[in-house]
């Protein structure tokens, strides 16, 4: 009896949590696509300088580490490839697994890390100084004023991020192809077109967009839950953080599951 | 900027219209009630002044005025819109008539004073960017700051940062001001330029002025009418002669600042505390009953 209360309760208090994702989400959607249409103002410099903010300013540490992810792939790939004599199978392993899986999922962990943490510190921050209050006395929305430019930002720089790092991975690959299993550069590249299907790059794509949204949600949420008190902005940080990359995995999940079933019919 | 402004009467002498109306105002916090049943008109053009002790809930009331917090009963009209049951578009349309600065301020840290106070003009207004450009310089003229356009609130005073959410207060020239302590923490020349700004905007435009002060003479000076808040209830009103000759106990205990009596213990072990530590002085400013 115990037990089932509380399963109930955490279930419960899981579906108002998404609730509350999905009615952020929803009105940042409204002013980002339909008060745009009634004469109220777009913030395009603010979904310009925020994607400066989560895209432009992330390069550098996410051509490293999926570079890294690239030539790891291929050093594990290639441990199993050539116990078959398969070493030149190698640059569709990495590539495949790049574009599908891993390029995505890096590129939403080094955003959450990046921008998710940031989104959730800044509102908290602003709610714990009452800018959040001084916004909505000046009757502006704060959903329309902080949270749909940043939403505008990550569903434009995520899939850009993500080809990148697509890209660096399969750099990555190269390098141990070129060192370690005898190809050309120009051979690596060439048969990594070969083996990619424009399936692999668009659900790769597909997922990053849904991760951006999750993000975004995520962290503009935690923000504006923070309470009153400094050391409660840390607390919504690191909330943004776990919650995030909980559901950036489960909503992996389920699109890779959903893509499964609908790529094999 | 296209809401209805209600006809002011005609002949002075008449009652003057009442701008906002509160009845038997309650706000809990949880189980906790700290505002047990506030009652409270404010005329046109009336600079009303809310005196209280700390934690009597002077802020949570006036945060209830402009519509941040939800009452857990009661009824607030201002002008012809009951605050409690306002659709979106008539909240967003008074808000465009009131000007607020909060009791920290509450400047937008990522943006310059020049942008603080120009914001709500370009965002709701079709100004050209150089009228609003003058106008910010008014604005901050008015408080003292001109000059420091380009500093971002963090390289300001306390003080500064104070005048500057003020400023930004009138931006929109607005019908209503709230100010929760404008002139805590300033010095006195300053607080005492607050005071004149007040009483300037109250003739000049006929502003409606409200103000949490624990400035007792400021309070005296700007006050048309004034209020003693005591744990969440209204407790004294009157304009300022009546509440200078009031008898009233806790009136006169706010006004001739008599500490509380139980503070009595809390002093003499603070001057036990100063004897050991060799200062043998009395903490400032208590005067025991
Ligand atoms: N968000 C909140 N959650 C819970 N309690 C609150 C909240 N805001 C205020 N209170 C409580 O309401 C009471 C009144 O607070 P309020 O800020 O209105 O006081 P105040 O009169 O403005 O005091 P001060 O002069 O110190 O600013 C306090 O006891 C405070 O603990
Ligand atoms: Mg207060």
């Known amino acids: 009896m115990e037990l089932t209360v509380r399963i109930g309760r955490a279930t419960l208090a899981g579906l108002a949590y998404l609730g509350g994702l999905a009615r952020l989400g929803l009105r940042a959607a409204y002013y980002a696509f339909v008060a745009p249409f009634r004469g109220k103002p777009m913030r395009f410099q603010r979904a310009v300088h925020q994607s400066m903010a989560v895209g432009v300013e992330a390069l550098p540490i996410l051509s490293l580490i999926s570079f890294f992810i690239g030539v790891i792939l291929a050093l594990q790939g290639a441990y199993e490839l050539r116990k078959f004599g398969a070493l030149n199978y190698v640059s569709s392993a990495v590539a495949i697994s790049m574009t599908r899986e891993l390029g995505p999922l890096i590129t939403a962990i080094v955003v959450i890390g990046r921008s998710g943490s940031a989104f959730a510190a800044e509102i908290g921050t602003m709610k714990v100084t009452e800018e959040i209050d001084a916004l909505e006395t000046m009757a502006l929305d704060p959903v329309q004023f902080l949270v749909m430019p940043k939403f505008l930002a990550m569903a434009l720089m995520l899939p850009c991020l993500t080809t990148w790092a697509d890209s660096m991975g399969v750099f990555g690959g190269a390098l141990f192809g070129v060192a370690g299993a005898g190809f050309t550069f120009r051979g690596y590249l060439l048969s990594t077109f070969d083996a990619l299907q424009l399936r692999d790059i668009t659900t790769g794509l597909i997922k990053s967009i849904v991760f951006g949204g999750t993000i975004t949600a995520v962290g503009c949420y935690e923000g504006f839950r923070t309470g009153a008190g400094p050391e409660q902005v840390g607390r919504s940080t690191t909330s943004a953080v776990v919650a995030s990359i909980f559901l950036v995995i489960a909503v992996d999940l389920v699109f890779t599951a959903m893509f499964y079933v609908l790529g094999r019919g | ?289």
């Open chain 2, 1 to 289: 900027m296209n809401e209805q402004i209600p006809p002011r009467n005609a002949a002075p002498g008449l009652e003057p219209e009442t701008v906002i109306s509160v009845r038997d105002l309650r706000v809990q916090f949880g189980d906790r009630e700290v505002l047990h049943g506030i009652d409270l008109d404010v005329g046109r053009g009336e600079t009303l002044v809310i005196l209280g002790g700390s934690g009597s809930g002077k802020s949570t009331l006036l945060r209830v005025l402009v519509g941040l917090q939800e009452p857990s009963g009661g009824h607030i009209h201002i002008r012809d819109v009951d605050l409690c049951r306002a659709t979106p578009a008539e909240l967003a349309a008074y808000r465009k008539t009131l000007g607020i600065s909060f009791q920290g301020g509450a400047l937008f840290n990522s943006m310059t004073v020049a942008e603080n106070v120009a914001l709500p003009l370009r965002e709701h207004t079709s100004l050209e960017e150089s009228t609003i450009q003058i106008m910010v310089r008014l604005k901050l003229e008015e408080v003292g700051l001109a000059g420091f356009e380009d500093y971002f609130p963090s390289q300001l005073s306390g003080g500064m940062r104070k005048r500057a959410a003020v400023a930004r207060a009138l931006a929109m020239d607005p019908e209503i001001l709230f100010f929760d302590e404008p002139s805590a923490g300033l010095d006195p020349i300053i607080a005492a330029g607050i005071d004149q700004l007040i009483l300037r905007l109250k003739e000049a435009f006929h502003m409606t002025v409200i103000v949490v002060t624990h400035e007792l003479a400021s309070a005296f000076l700007i006050a048309d009418r004034m209020v003693l808040i005591e744990k969440g209830n209204i407790i004294a009103s009157g304009p300022p002669a009546e509440f200078q000759a009031s008898t009233h106990p806790r009136v006169r205990q706010f006004l001739d600042r008599v500490a509380e009596p139980e503070i009595e213990d809390e002093l003499d072990y603070l001057q036990l505390l100063t004897e050991t530590l060799g200062a043998g002085r009395r903490p400032r400013g208590s005067k025991v009953r």
